[in-house]
Structures are given as C-alpha cells and as structure tokens.
C-alpha cells in the first residue's frame, strides 16, 4: 500500500508517476490514432528519415517545449497541448490520491485504506483511458476500440476481484442512547438504492450476463448493416462482411482472396474465452463478488444501449450519423467502470459541456462537426468529483421512480426524435427559403 510510505518519498513517488503517466498518454493518443498516426511523441520511433530525438526532449513537460524547433514541420505550437497533458498529470496525480484516500467519494468521511487506494488506481485508470479517447476524438472524431475494449474487460476484471471497487455510498448512524453512531460507507450494487432483487441469482443471472457479453461483442464486429434488404439478406451480408469467406466466382480484377479480418478472429476467441470465464465466475465466485460483475455488466448494458438508441435515432432523425460507435463503446466502458446509475448521471452532466463548446466556437465564427465522446468523458469525471452530493440526492429522487424511471426515459428518447425532426424540418424551410430569394 502507498500510505505506508514517508509523505517525503510517497509525494515525490506520485509526482513521477504522473509525469510517466502523462508520458504514456501522450504517447498513445499519437500511436494509437488511426488516421492520423504520427511520430509526434519522443517514446515513439522517430519517423522515416527524421532525427533521433536528444535525452532532453524526453523529459516529461520539459522536453516538449526544448522541440519548438520542429514547428515547421509539425505545425504552430504543436507541443504546447502535449507539454500541458504532462503538466496535468505530473500534479494531478498526486491531487487526486490525497482526494480519494481522505474520503473525496464519501464527504470527507474517511474509507478503509483498501477502498481508498482500489479507487484511485481504478479511476485512475478510467481517467488515463478517456483522456486518450478524449483527445483522439478531437483529433479524429473517432475513439479507437484499442482504448475501450481493453479497458471495459479491465473494468469487469477488477468488478469480479474487488466488489468494494463500485461507487460508494455513506449510510448515516442512527442516534443511540449516548450519541450518533458513525455513518458506515459502503460500495453500492446494482439495484441501489433498492434492496437487491433475485435477478442476478440462479441461471437467471448467469443468462443475463451471457447475452450481454454476446451482443457487445456482436456490436463489435466489423459489420456492414443493409437494412433494406430483409432480415435474411442483412443478416448473410453482415456475416459475410465481419468473416469474408472465400469467393465462390472468380474475375480478372481480383488478383487475390479474401481473407478472414484480423480482427474477427481477436473477437471471435474473446467471445468463448469470456464465455468460459464467466461461466467459471458464476459458480467459484462469492455472492458478494458475483453482484458487483453482474453490476459492471449490467453498466455495459445501460450504459452502451443509451447512447446507441441515441445514435440509432439521431440518425434517423437527421439522416445522417448522429454518433460514432466509438461513443456508444466509451460509455459502455465507463458504465462496466462506474456502474448504470453514474452513467446516466454522467450522461445528463454532459450536454452542458457540448453546449457551451458549441456556443464558444459560436462566438469565434469557428465551424465544424462536434466530437460527443470528449464531453461524455467530461461527464463522467463531474459526476465522479461530485459524487457524494449527486448520488445523495438522485437516490432519494430520480432513482426512487422504479418502473417509472424506465418509462421516463422513453419518452425522453421519443421527444428528443422529435426535436431532432423539427430542427430538421426548420433548417429544410429556411434552406428552401434562401433558394427561393436567389
């Protein structure tokens, strides 16, 4: 445990670290890019024909500023946004350990250490991964499945081995005869603030989780969808398209054959090699243990459908792609991470931060498509900084409705369709009213 460290080696300890950390984040958001992949970062191999970078350039924070030399190749103050991720990192770090082992998620009431240093490293974690996604979107208006698929199966790891890792939530003493007794945190479950029903016992649950695991791997499949063929046509074509099997026609053009994607076979062994693991989970695994992976994966649930329905809606709606997919497996993510209560409480926080980007690139006359993953991250960490407060008051409001929340949302979903059609339509009359004026 870090807390059994001097304060004089555990701060320093901290610092470097977030300045490696840093290091890292940098160096994936350039290597991890998939359209544009440079060799931008001084952990990366210098790119064909350049210079090998000095000792000094690879110093954290510092080394980025001793290269301003290569702006003529790389761009006015290209290393200014990387030089402030280091910076970030290098003092955040440290700031955000003493915040979480002095009871930042439960209102200054102190956790076991256990708890408070399972929460810094697993939000930690969940930080580092969306900052990469973060600026990768705002780079390319796309999250890579690098950053999220690995990071999700992480999630759900760490929910199996360490159920005291989900969301706190502080339960206050009841006042005996001499005075208050302490108030006693405790992680939350799936069914909070309800009593835990008997959904995730028996074969229920293990089903439950099963096909879960089954469809966000279906989603992750390379798929072409054809909707306007029938159901038999879509179905064959999306096979065909994730599996390419061998052509049964030859032609002069195709000098080669197909050849089954890569990455369909990493997802095909994933799949029953989950399977196999969850199968073993349901029956070694403790009660306690095996609510808290039922939770993480009823987070993923949540959490990935939400923003789909959304995508699949707006597009609709627009006719166009509202949403990435790389959105609807971040917050998939998150969801396995945080559970499904923040990751609607996320959810909500994150519009706010979308308009007032979109209001600022408004006012400077700057346009351009908006990348919806950056501000769902945004999301996420607000409701992780404030979740004492937000949980305190949604569990004995919002998320006291049941059945009712569910309904609630439907229609949040169907009125917001219809939003989207009437800014259609709106934006349609006043194109037909400029042509008409020309």
């Not at 940098?26 to 064909?48: E, G, L, R, T």
């Amino acid at each position: 445990m870090l807390s059994v460290l001097p304060i004089w080696i555990l701060i320093p300890l901290l610092v470097v670290s977030g300045a490696m950390v840093g290091a890292f984040v940098n160096w994936a958001i350039y290597s991890w890019a998939i359209i544009q992949c440079h060799s931008v970062s001084p952990w990366q191999a210098p790119a064909i024909g350049g210079r090998a970078y000095k000792m000094i350039e690879r110093i954290p924070v510092f080394g980025w500023y001793a290269r301003k030399r290569e702006t003529h190749l790389r761009g006015k103050r290209f290393w200014l946004r990387p030089m402030l991720i280091e910076l970030a990192w290098l003092v955040g770090l440290p700031l955000f350990y003493f915040w979480q082992i002095n009871g930042g998620l439960t209102h200054g009431n102190l956790p076991p250490v256990q708890w408070g240093e399972t929460w810094f490293f697993i939000h930690g974690l969940l930080l580092v991964l969306m900052c990469i996604g973060t600026f990768i979107d705002f780079d390319e208006k796309t999250i890579p499945d690098r950053v999220t698929v690995p990071g999700t199966i992480i999630a759900l790891l760490l929910a199996a081995l360490a159920p005291w890792s989900r969301l706190p939530e502080v339960i206050p003493g009841v006042a005996g005869m001499a005075e208050m007794a302490a108030p006693t945190i405790q992680a939350i479950n799936f069914a909070s603030p309800h009593e835990l029903s008997g959904l995730h016992e028996g074969l229920s649950g293990l089903l439950i989780v099963a096909a879960i695991w089954t469809i966000w791997i279906w989603a992750l499949l390379p798929k072409l969808p054809v909707w306007y063929v029938g159901f038999g046509n879509w179905l064959r074509f999306m096979v065909a398209h994730a599996a390419r099997p061998e052509r049964k026609t030859e032609c002069d053009i195709r000098v080669s054959q197909r050849k089954i994607r890569p990455e369909t076979v990493v997802l095909v062994v994933l799949f029953f090699n989950g399977l196999f693991a969850i199968a073993i989970a349901w029956v070694f695994l403790p009660a306690t243990n095996w609510i808290s992976l039922f939770g993480a994966f009823l987070g993923i649930a949540f959490a990935g459908g939400l923003i789909w329905a959304i995508r699949v809606l707006g597009t609709i709606a627009l006719q166009q792609e509202a949403m990435g997919f790389g959105d609807v497996t971040l917050w998939a993510m998150v969801g396995a991470f945080l559970g499904w209560q923040a990751s609607l409480l996320g959810f909500f926080y994150s519009p706010f931060a979308a308009i007032a980007v979109i209001l600022f690139l408004r006012v400077t006359n700057k346009e351009g498509e908006i990348a919806f993953g950056p501000y769902l991250c945004i999301g996420a960490v607000i409701t992780l900084i404030g979740w004492f407060t937000f949980w305190d008051r949604a569990r004995n409001g919002v998320f006291l409705l049941g059945p009712w929340l569910g309904l609630i949302f439907c229609g949040a979903l169907v009125a917001m369709v219809l939003m989207l059609l009437a800014i259609t339509w709106f934006k349609g009359r006043g194109e037909g009213d400029v042509d008409e004026d020309h």
